[in-house]
Each structure stands twice: as C-alpha cells, then as structure tokens.
C-alpha cells in the first residue's frame, strides 16, 4: 500500500493491533461472592473455578501494576436466586433512536463487488478471522444489541429490552421474542451462554478473544429468554464489549468443542439469526450470501430500510488492476478508488461522461487514523521540543499533497483527525524552513565548516528506516529539505520485521508509523506515562505528562460519553502541544464509483461507523428504474444524468432522521 493510498478504516500505514497482557491471580474453586441488584445484596453463591492453571506474563507493559484476573469462572446461583434476580431487575430499551437506513430502500437485486484476498474460513470465530471473515459474519450474525458512538445510544438487536446493575458489572437482557435461527429455532439465553464458552475455549487458538471475554464471569441463564452478563470489574467498556459479542445458536455449537468447531464449521457456516444466510462458495474465486425471505427482524426499527439486496456476491481477484478493468466492463457493481491518481486521471472514461457510472466522494464523521514521522522522546536530539517542532516544520506536505497526490488528501493535525472528540485547540505545524532554521538555532546548532548542522563539534546526522520502494520518493524530498538547512539524513530501506524489531526495541530517533481509528480509543496503551520506558510499548515517542495521566485515569472511570469526549479533547490538544509526530496526511471523503442502478439514503454511508464502502452493502438498494434507464442508455448509446461528484451531507446534518426531517 502507497502512503497515496488508504485501503479501509482501520488502515493509514499499518493495522493497530491491541496487546494485551496481566498478571493472573489463583483464585480459589469457591470464593463466597455477592450478586448486587439495583443497589441491593440479594444472593449469594460459590464461584466455580472451571481452570486454575496459573502462568506468568507480562506485567512490563500494562499501565497498572494490577492482578487481573484471567481465570474462567462459573456463578453458581439456585433457582431461587436466579428468581430473586429476575424480579428485581428494572427493563429498559430503545424505540425512539435515529434509523440508520433509508424507509424508502425497496428489495431486490443483487450486489456484486471485489477483493483481493479470499478469506481464510468463513467462521466468525477463532484462528484465521480477519476484517474480510468480519464483514460476512455481520450479515449473518447478530449481537444482542447495538451501540452507536455519536451521538452515544443503545439500541435493540437480538435482545428488545436490556439492563443494567448499580454495581457497573451487572448486565441483564431479554432476547427479542420474534428473533429466530435461519433454521427457525427461537434465540434464547443458552445461545449467549454458549458462545461465551466458545469464546473462551483455548481450542478456537485466538487468544485475544480468550483474552477479552474471560474478563466476565459465564453468563447466566436466568429464564429462557433472560441471560445474566457479569464482569469481574466494573467499567463502562464492559457494555461495548457485550455489543461486539456476535451470539451463535446453542443447538448448532454447545456440544462441540473449541477444537471441533474450529474443524467441522471452517468453512460450514452456523446458521445465523441475521438477514442474510450462506448460499453458495467457489473457493478461492466466489462466495454468494442470500437475503433471508424470512428475516425475524425486517420490521424492526434498528432494520428498517437495511440489508436490501436478495443477493450479495463477492468475487476475489488477486490484482488490482484486473479488478479496475473488469469493473469498466461491468462485471463488477462497485469499488472504494483508494489511489488519488486513479480518481484524477483514470475516471474521466466515457462510461463515467455518459452517466452510466457514477462518482461519488462521502465527507462524513468517520474517525482517521493517525500516521507520520514518530519522534522518540528519550533519546537526543528529539528530547527536545524544539527539534522535534524543526522537522514538523521541514516536512513539505504541501508540495507531497499537490505534486504526488493530486490534492485528493489533506492535513492530519490530530491524533483523533476527524472524529468528534478531536482537539479543539490542536497545534498545527506548516512547512516553513526560515522558523525551522530558528529553532535549530535555538536548540544550539550551528553551521560548521562542511556546512552541515552541528552542536558542540557534534554534526546532527540522522538515520530513518522504511518499508518498501513505494515510499521513497516521499523520503527522498524529505532528506532533500533536511539537506538544505545543514541536516544529514540517512534513508534506508529494511524489511518490515526489521523495522518493527528496531521500533519496539526503542531502538530508533526518528520513524514513521500508524495508529488505526476507533470510536471508542483506548488511550492508556498509546499514552500513559508508565509505558513510556516499556519495550514492545505502543507508547513508542516515551511521552510522560502528568496531565495526560489524569486525563486517561478519568476517561477509564466516566460512564458519561460526552465527558469522555471532552477528555479526549484535552488530551489532543496537550498530544499535538508536545510535538510527537510529523503528521502526514489523511483522506477526507471516501472515493466510491459505481454503476448507475442503485439508489441509496441521502448520506450515502453513515455518518461514523463504518463510514466507509462497508456500508454500501447494508444501505444501498438496487432500483429497477435506474437499473432499466442505464440498460437502455447502453443500447441506444445516450447519457444518464451524473450526480454531483461530493457528497457533504453529514457536514451540514449532524443529526437526521428519516422519520421526522
């Protein structure tokens, strides 16, 4: 991928991935605990250990010096236990919140895009699961309910009506009566009880899911339709990860192990509760989702105006290029246009001037990572504030943008470019060597008598590794500019492996790297002090401030959204203030071209999350008439009327709904 390029919403360089490490405690097979509803002890029972293997790991890069306990853990509770619980509980649910899809979407057709890269298993859960296995497993499956970031809401999926403990680990929900298996089966509470054993189940060989759900205690079935969820600690994530929790059918997948599942169902996809079921594979070439006719939910608020093709067909093709020209031809429906110089040049085609394609750029609310120059902090001479505001102002974006670019990009100021907790005072840094110059001057560096850089009979010379040809051309400017005012820049290409050995044994000065975008950012990992002098850190600068600190030990406590918006803020303004990157660049729209049979709600794609060419298979319809008026435009060789090429809906609606606006 070339820095002009950005492939998905996760990507501005590299894949963020989250690590995660503690220590585990033993906990012994029956530790008294008790269950707290509404503020009040209303019983109490063992806690059945189910493994109490204890390991050791690495507490070196976790922020706190905490046990945490990692172990798989039973609630025991009597049938008059779980009766007390379920008079208590206080039900609560959503029928009020803004639809994300259009009422007017009609069904029918069929969707047909590309990728390069057949996935791996078709299985939502375990080893070999990536974004491509994600997508699918979204029309399939469901979670129990839906969070949407901004504005922050809960909404019904699987489950109408949901609740939630004073403790702030407690969490009850009812599934929907009407929601039904592909097969026709209810979903009940069992189905959430065992896709947690499945989760945690060392078989399905994907640690980082063990790793996130042995955080809860085994969810209790209190009723038929009723499942209690307990964490062992309160925290307002505990909600958000419930809502990324996709439930699979109990009679399909509570009998097997982790192991079998991973063999019998790799390819054999569980029967689902969401619109879309399995129809047909063509490994590696074709995978065929059909829309179920008997769809629970189509008339549910949170579906209306979703999921609206019978057909969805993706067809894999290794080259992108091959993918472009068959896409002229009309074998493919859509596709994202990651490469600038492709949506400058190489979409003015007469298929595009007749109207029988379509383009369209979507400016909406999306969260944009963060890539650039990284500065390490702990090391000389970018210990220095001063230094590290002298290569920011050195390197020339502007000319990158407008020569390699086509001003198809624009400046990355933020470390939470473009979402709605970004900085509200955040330090934007120019290209502007004369004040470069004056820093240098400042930090202590002189010109010699070779006419470079230097401080104390020290000449400021500087090595900077990348990854792959496509990039050197940028680099080049770069270390063309640095020449200029006295700097020496060694350029050198290694392999990723190498880069990344060197970046987390804090073995660099200056580098180049990426942070993926999140609706809801963990900053501890990327910004808390404790890290700042961890190996294999993703607090690679070493940034130590105090009001950094503070501000993530208040965003990891606050249940409220909007304070920890505002916390965010802060934290941006005081990250860009102390100069830890040279940004780059992000891209503003989403570029989308697509042939002209399709309507879609007035966004185009939603406003945040996904924001993206995801969204197009949930959102979009195909319309008969635009279909029928492209297919005569082709016979009779006449224009279609082209939409206007930007789409800036979601900059002048912060708030829509179908119903009411």
């Not at 501005?12 to 991935?17: E, H, I, Q």
């Not at 109490?52 to 798989?72: G, R």
């Not at 020209?325 to 949506?343: A, L």
């Not at 080049?476 to 044994?505: C, M, P, R, S, Y």
Request: aromatic share 14%; with cysteine.
């Amino acid at each position: 991928m070339s820095r002009n390029e950005q492939y998905d919403s996760g990507w501005v360089g590299w894949k963020s991935s989250v690590f995660l490490a503690a220590c585990i405690f033993l906990i012994f097979k029956y530790q008294p605990i008790s269950v707290q509803v509404k503020g009040g002890l209303v019983a109490a029972g063992p806690v059945q250990v189910e493994t109490s293997k204890k390991s050791m790991s690495s507490s070196k890069n976790a922020s706190k010096e905490k046990k945490i306990d990692t172990q798989v853990v039973k609630l025991d509770l009597s049938d008059v236990d779980k009766k007390s619980i379920l008079n208590s509980i206080k039900w609560t649910t959503n029928t009020s919140f803004p639809l994300d899809g259009d009422p007017r979407a009609k069904k029918g057709g069929e969707f047909k895009q590309a990728y390069t890269s057949f996935p791996a298993t078709t299985r939502p859960v375990g080893k070999n699961t990536d974004s491509g296995t994600a997508m699918i497993g979204s029309l399939v499956y469901q979670p129990l309910i839906g969070i949407n970031s901004s504005p922050y809401y809960v909404a019904p999926g699987l489950a109408s009506h949901w609740a939630q403990d004073d403790d702030k680990v407690s969490f009850y929900f009812k599934t929907d009566a009407d929601a039904r298996w592909a097969d026709g089966r209810p979903v009940v509470a069992k189905d959430v009880v065992a896709t947690w054993r499945l989760l945690v189940d060392k078989g399905i060989q994907k640690p980082s899911e063990n790793a996130t759900w042995v955080k809860f205690y085994e969810p209790v079935e209190l009723s038929e339709r009723v499942v209690m969820v307990r964490a062992k600690e309160p925290g307002w994530r505990n909600i958000i990860h419930i809502a990324e929790m996709s439930i699979l059918p109990d009679h399909i997948i509570g009998s097997i192990s982790g192991k079998e599942f991973l063999k019998k169902h790799n390819w054999e996809m569980v029967p689902g509760s969401g619109p879309y079921k399995f129809e047909s594979i063509d490994k590696p070439k074709r995978l065929t989702l059909a829309r179920r006719t008997d769809f629970w939910g189509a008339k549910k608020r949170q579906y209306i105006g979703q999921y609206n093709f019978d057909k969805i067909v993706n067809v894999y093709v290794e080259d992108q290029e091959i993918i472009w020209e068959k896409f002229k031809k009309g074998e493919f429906d859509f596709m994202p246009i990651y490469r600038s110089q492709r949506w400058v040049k190489g979409t003015s085609f007469d298929k595009v001037k007749n109207g029988w394609i379509q383009k369209v750029k979507v400016f909406n609310r999306k969260p944009r990572g963060t890539q650039g120059f990284d500065f390490n902090l702990r090391k000389p001479p970018f210990d220095d504030i001063r230094m590290r505001k002298a290569f920011a102002h050195l390197w020339n974006r502007e000319l990158l943008m407008e020569k390699l670019m086509f001003n198809e990009y624009d400046f990355m100021d933020s470390f939470f470019q473009n979402a709605t907790y970004m900085g509200k005072n955040v330090t934007k840094i120019r290209y502007d060597p004369e004040k470069a110059i004056g820093l240098l001057k400042e930090a202590g560096y002189a010109l010699n008598s070779d006419g470079f850089l230097a401080k104390n009979g020290k000449p400021l010379k500087l090595s900077f590794e990348y990854v792959g040809k496509w990039s050197e051309k940028f680099y080049t400017i770069f270390q063309e500019d640095l020449k200029k005012v006295g700097i020496q820049l060694e350029i050198k290409e290694v392999t990723w492996a190498t880069k990344l050995k060197n970046i987390g044994e804090l073995n660099f000065r200056l580098s180049s790297g990426a942070f993926g975008a999140s609706a809801f950012p963990d900053p501890r990992i990327l910004y808390h002090s404790s890290l700042a002098e961890q190996k294999q850190s993703y607090n690679r600068w070493g940034i130590k401030n105090d009001r950094i600190d503070q501000l993530i030990e208040l965003y990891d406590a606050e249940y409220d959204a909007s304070k920890r918006s505002e916390y965010l803020a802060e934290m941006d303004d005081i990250l860009t203030r102390e100069c830890l990157k040279a940004f780059d660049w992000y891209a503003p729209a989403e570029r989308l071209i697509y042939w002209n049979k399709f309507s879609y709600p007035p966004g185009v794609l939603n406003k945040t999350s996904a924001g993206d060419y995801r969204d197009a298979v949930t959102l979009w319809w195909y319309d008969e008439d635009k279909a029928k008026a492209l297919k005569l435009a082709i016979e009779t060789n006449t224009k279609l009327a082209s939409r206007s090429v930007d789409e800036k809906f979601w900059m002048n609606n912060e708030k829509y709904d179908f119903i009411h606006d």
